[in-house]
């Protein structure tokens, strides 16, 4: 499981650093600003599931209680 996390962490940081080297490539006007464009969407998205499958990784990890066996009042 931390290895696992250390592999997320790992990832996600490379992700971050290609965003930032998109933007920067962006902003000297090279690569055209619809390439730079795509290219943050593609990365927002992958940073985007990776925090889905964080969160369905906890969700799963960390149920919520079961109330339908609760004894009502």
Known sequence: MEEA?????TYQSDLEHRLNTVVSTSNRGEGGPETAGLEMLRLQIQQINITISTLQRQANENPPPDYSTSIEP
Do not use: A, F, K, T
């Open 5 to 9: 996390q250390r592999q997320r962490e």
